[in-house]
């Protein structure tokens, strides 16, 4: 179980602040059920009986009262009355969160949403139960589909959802998108030693099963990675750059971390220093797959030719990475080898069927071989992708490799030189 502490001046109900607990049934008031549920409950939520009556009226000043039990055996004879209930559901799911029994709150939130799937804070809530119930792949699942639907009225539960679904995905070697995840906390103001933790565990692609003791030189080196990356989500560049330097200067062998501070570098446009740090994450590892793919996008803009060596041989040693077949598929086509790049980016495609600018890239290789009827296919999906702005967290291009290639350089890969 996690001890994450928010600031004291925001705590939530959570099982990993024990320290600060404040039950999500203060937090999450009656009226602030009222707003999520407004407009989604049914008109079968309105009390058939005045037994239902009673025993609603009842649960809800046991809950107020912090009468827990009491209020926990109320709401379920009142949901046997009136199983399609809203409120009685997310009422019950928070009591039995709030006393740890996650196993029961999962179904009641379950319940919910079965009866309003497009609430997002039950989402969230079903996650973090999963999460404490070791089922990570449903949690992960869930914790998501609430970033997509968004948690309503409030902030701070929103803001231990995206640790949770952070700590997740680093679980899932997801590290781009833990990064993600976890910058917005960053970004946010959020300090905490779990989060420093987890962003420096993010940038140097490691999962928290394999993370150091703690008090060891490598415990160290992922803390002060984290703080320099908490640094660069508050834009204090210089910092963070100060940061980084120190430690590649204290710990050169370290795996990823030359490469971790080339990412930084790439974050405030050095380019050419980014690259260095690289390079000697590959002297280090010469198959350091994501510092190949860094350096290959990156030549792209200046040196196609020189990039496609890069991606070769990252293709050819990671070839279960769909990315590196992507981009060494559109160096190939920079590079005149429109035959060569074809399947490349085919298999980009099966892997990110809803990417837009695979099928941009396919379309132009396909139009350059004359296979005019596919180039055709490619380049109507992916106006209808682009329209409707179909880029899936968790499902695309940029997100189907460890912490790599920045979104940023990786649109360049698609807009940075005209295609035919």
């Given amino acids: 179980m996690f001890s994450f502490q928010f600031p004291c001046s925001a705590r939530i109900s959570l099982p990993t602040c024990p320290a600060t607990r404040l039950r999500l049934t203060v937090i999450l008031s009656l009226a602030a059920f ?55 559901w997310w009422s019950l799911g928070t009591i039995e969160y709030d006393q740890d029994q996650y196993a029961k709150a999962a179904r009641d939130f379950e319940k919910l949403i079965a009866l309003d799937a497009a609430n997002g804070t039950a989402h969230a809530m079903l996650g973090l139960c999963q999460f404490e119930l070791g089922k990570d792949e449903s949690a992960l699942k869930n914790l998501l589909e609430a970033e997509r639907l968004n948690i309503v009225k409030d902030e701070q539960l929103r803001k231990v959802a995206l640790y949770h679904l952070g700590v ?11 990064k993600e995840s976890l910058d917005q906390l960053a970004k946010d103001g959020v300090r905490t030693k779990e989060l420093i933790t987890a962003l420096g565990l993010a940038a140097l692609l490691v999962r928290p099963q394999e993370a150091p003791p703690e008090g060891t030189a490598g415990a160290s080196v992922i803390e002060r990675a984290g703080e320099a990356e908490a640094l660069l989500g508050a834009k204090d560049f210089e910092q963070a750059k ?73 293709a050819k040693l990671a070839p279960q990475r769909p990315f590196a077949h992507y981009l060494l598929g559109v160096l190939r086509l920079d590079t005149g080898n429109a035959a060569g790049a074809v399947p490349e980016l085919e298999i980009a495609q099966k892997a990110f069927p809803k990417e837009p600018r695979v099928y941009f890239s396919l379309g132009n290789a396909y139009a350059r071989v004359s296979r005019k009827a596919e180039a055709a296919k490619a380049r109507a999906e992916f106006s209808r992708l682009h329209a409707q702005e179909v880029i899936q967290r968790g499902s695309n291009v940029y997100s189907g490799q460890p912490a790599g290639v920045s979104e940023g350089q990786l649109r360049t890969l698609d807009t940075g030189k005209p295609q035919q």
């Fill in 34 to 88: 009222l707003f999520l549920f407004s407009g989604n409950a049914s008109p079968q939520t309105k009390a058939p009986s005045a037994n239902f009556a009673t025993l609603s009226k009842q649960a809800a000043e046991a809950r107020d009262a912090d009468r827990l039990d009491e209020a926990a055996a109320l709401y379920t004879k009142a949901l046997d009355l009136q199983p399609k209930w809203i409120e009685g």
């Fill in 242 to 314: 100060k940061r980084y330097a120190e430690l590649t200067s204290e710990f050169p062998d370290y795996p990823n971390l030359h490469f971790a501070f080339g990412r930084l570098l790439l974050e405030t446009n050095e380019t050419d220093e980014a690259v260095e740090e690289f390079q000697r994450e590959l002297k280090r590892d010469p198959q350091n797959v994501n510092s190949l793919l860094e350096v290959a996008s990156v030549r792209y803009l200046v040196d196609s030719q020189d990039g496609l060596r890069y991606a070769e041989e990252a």
């Fill in 168 to 178: 997740l995905q680093l679980r899932a070697r997801k590290y781009g998108d833990a």
